[in-house]
């Protein structure tokens, strides 16, 4: 089956500790994307990346960072320095940025509170 | 200024009955696309139906379809025959000349029987 998977389900993060999130997906996309979900929210962007070994900011890039080392692969950590990280963040991914048309398919999510 | 606006924040409707939930955009760009995903209370975002700003027909997709008035910077989506599976939140969302899905706020539809 292919899909976008994410874990873990759920995440508790301590006062000053670094969490990270992971995503995988075996869709063979070369785009992916973490966005963060607030209660009664919409989904704001964080990071994005249109390849492997490159990816830029979205709109609220602050306290977190990516990396993406493999196409399948675009774990997000959340870094101390984000001082309100109780969301829900969800990733997602599409065949290749350009173009409107490019549907992003999501996982699951992982919902992370702080202790 | 907000670019994605649903001015419904919660819908009602019966069981097999038709229903549409709002959604307007702004942008400046020509080309751009429209998109609708429903979240149900799992939290996965599923992709319904697109809308691109070209296409002069308005989209279908079994029981969804998309009334895309470009005039009037709208793009309501239409259930058909709704479902007690059909609770859910649903989001419009716009993808301009950027790699960026901008989203609305949602609108919490619910079924009764």
């Known amino acids: 089956d292919g899909g976008i998977t994410q874990s873990p389900k759920y995440l508790f993060r301590k006062e000053g500790q670094n969490v990270t999130l992971s995503c995988e997906q075996n869709l063979n996309h070369d785009a992916m994307y973490w966005y963060r979900q607030d209660p009664g929210q919409g989904l704001r962007l964080i990071y994005y990346s249109q390849i492997v070994n490159d990816f830029q900011k979205g709109d609220i890039a602050e306290g977190y960072s990516v990396s993406r080392e493999k196409k399948e692969s675009f774990p997000l950590t959340v870094t101390s320095a984000q001082k309100n990280p109780t969301a829900f963040y969800l990733c997602?991914?599409?065949?290749?940025?350009?173009?409107?048309?490019?549907?992003?398919?999501f996982g699951p999510g992982t919902r992370l509170l702080v202790l | 200024a907000q670019k994605i606006t649903q001015t419904q924040p919660g819908m009602f409707v019966q069981e097999k009955e038709a229903v549409t939930l709002d959604c307007t955009y702004d942008t400046s760009d020509q080309s751009y696309g429209l998109f609708w995903y429903k979240q149900p209370s799992s939290g996965e975002m599923i992709f319904l139906i697109y809308?691109?700003?070209?296409?002069?027909q308005n989209a279908t997709e079994g029981r969804y379809s998309l009334n895309f008035q470009k005039a009037r910077k709208s793009a309501n989506l239409v259930i058909s025959a709704s479902q007690l599976g059909d609770s859910a939140m649903y989001f419009c969302?716009?993808?301009?000349?950027?790699?960026?899905?901008?989203f609305g706020t949602g609108t919490r539809l619910q079924v009764f029987p």
């Open positions: 809308q691109g700003s070209y296409d002069e």
């Open positions: 969302a716009m993808r301009e000349s950027t790699d960026k899905l901008i």
């Open positions: 997602a991914s599409s065949i290749g940025s350009g173009g409107d048309g490019e549907t992003q398919y």
